[in-house]
């Protein structure tokens, strides 16, 4: 096999005929979709059962390809956890540098701050494209044709190789906003850049979208409304949504996905559900007793990453679904499970139980917060009052303080920062927890050394 040749015809040939295979609108026949995924399924795992990696787990589960011909199957298979997925792919990557010297390697920081990559040959980087265009394709918008506006993103650079017309038509369409992780852009450039081109698609880190619609709000400064719009990177926070609605208008497209998986499932415009792409990837939910069903954090396994498989991956995400015709929609998106706050007798509160009460605070003046666990007895919330609100900064804390006190135990005392815009993470995002705390596993190994 030659990924050099690969890489070479991966714009030519590979993304475009991808965007063929992939539905371009809302999947009118739940069962075709169905019967596309258990078919992908079946050949996923006789790939798998080649690679030792695999093998081992084949084993371990006592099952063979054979035992596997639905997405519900997988439950039998081992699930696969960020810090397994960065040793192998290391190993890996460090074993056979000259094989995957033609990939593509995503890096992500890690929920622990030990950078994870995944490798990607050049199909499976091209369907990673395709699997996204066909998301917002799904809510209208045609490559080539509309404009889209965005954040330097991974998904639009070119990766070696003559591109096809298709892709250079495409690529004319797309533009590249100033602001970049490493070189911050003032809101006021942003909002500028984002009228004079005036997009029909705006795609760009949550939080940067949030600040550029604060700035308009705050500043009473027209803002374009795009036909459709995508936050990306961060879980959308119903005081952000409404910010956006209000500043963006209805065209809200919300893609769900990791850099390891590519776009899993997606909200659209009008919608107040995500529809899983089951035609390439399997999104179960298990909770945790380890029981799989419409409940718990989410197992994805993109059915398109055949040369590099992740079978069963822990994303760390909780959520809430339902089935329609065979085919899962996730109803609720709870959040990161490792998103915690830390209780002196060892007990933890979710982001998910905080964001219930977040969801009750729309209107107390806050359009955007972010809580900093600084010791057992105080958190400090950084928050950003909203523009169109007339009460005070004293009355808005006793109303927020009152309404987080008592879902967390009312344990805590709250330290305010209120700020123009909350600075976000050195990897470009805004996580909605930060703890300061030790880390409480790592205390007990030092300890114990």
Request: charged fraction near 25%.
């Amino acid at each position: 096999m030659s990924y050099a040749k690969d890489k070479k015809w991966e714009n030519l040939r590979y993304f475009p005929a991808d965007l063929m295979k992939v539905y371009k609108k809302v999947p009118k026949n739940p069962a075709k979709v169905k019967a596309i995924q258990d078919r992908k399924v079946q050949e996923l795992m006789k790939i798998a059962y080649e690679i030792p990696f695999y093998r081992a787990r084949f084993e371990r589960s006592g099952t063979t390809p054979e035992d596997y011909h639905c997405g519900t199957d997988l439950y039998k298979f081992p699930v696969l956890n960020k810090e397994e997925l960065r040793d192998w792919s290391d190993e890996e990557l460090e074993k056979d540098p000259e094989k995957y010297q033609d990939w593509h390697v995503s890096p992500t920081s890690g929920s622990t701050g030990i950078p994870l990559r995944t490798p990607f040959s050049p199909k499976e980087n091209a369907w990673i494209k395709a699997n996204y265009m066909r998301s917002i394709m799904m809510a209208g918008f045609i490559p080539g044709v509309h404009k889209c506006l965005h954040r330097p993103n991974s998904l639009h650079i070119s990766t070696g190789g003559k591109k096809s017309f298709p892709q250079r038509m495409v690529d004319a369409r797309w533009k590249d906003m100033s602001d970049a992780i490493k070189e911050r852009v003032p809101s006021k450039v942003l909002l500028e850049e984002i009228n004079d081109y005036k997009p029909d698609f705006l795609y760009l880190h949550k939080n940067i979208m949030v600040r550029i619609c604060l700035y308009a709000k705050r500043n009473r400064m027209y803002l374009h409304k795009p036909k459709w719009y995508s936050p990306i990177s961060e879980m959308l926070d119903p005081s952000s949504e409404q910010l956006l609605r209000e500043m963006l208008g209805p065209g809200l497209i919300n893609p769900y996905g990791l850099s390891e998986t590519g776009t899993a499932a997606v909200r659209l415009p009008g919608e107040d559900f995500f529809r899983v792409n089951s035609d390439t990837h399997v999104v179960n939910l298990r909770d945790d007793e380890g029981n799989y069903g419409d409940n718990g954090v989410a197992i994805v396994t993109p059915l398109f990453k055949t040369d590099f498989p992740l079978i069963n991956y822990v994303t760390g995400d909780r959520m809430e679904s339902r089935t329609v015709d065979g085919l899962r929609q996730i109803t609720n998106l709870k959040g990161r499970m490792n998103d915690v706050i830390h209780h002196k007798d060892g007990k933890i509160t979710e982001w998910g139980n905080l964001e219930i009460v977040v969801n009750y605070a729309v209107g107390m003046g806050v359009v955007q917060s972010r809580f900093i666990q600084e010791s057992y007895d105080q958190i400090r919330i950084q928050a950003v009052k909203d523009p169109g609100c007339q009460m005070s900064l004293s009355e808005i804390e006793a109303k927020y303080s009152a309404a987080f006190a008592p879902a967390l135990n009312n344990e805590f005392h709250f330290v305010y920062d209120w700020m123009d815009e909350i600075p976000s993470d050195p990897n470009g995002k805004l996580r909605m927890i930060v703890n300061h705390l030790p880390d409480p596993v790592a205390e007990a190994e030092s300890t114990a050394q």
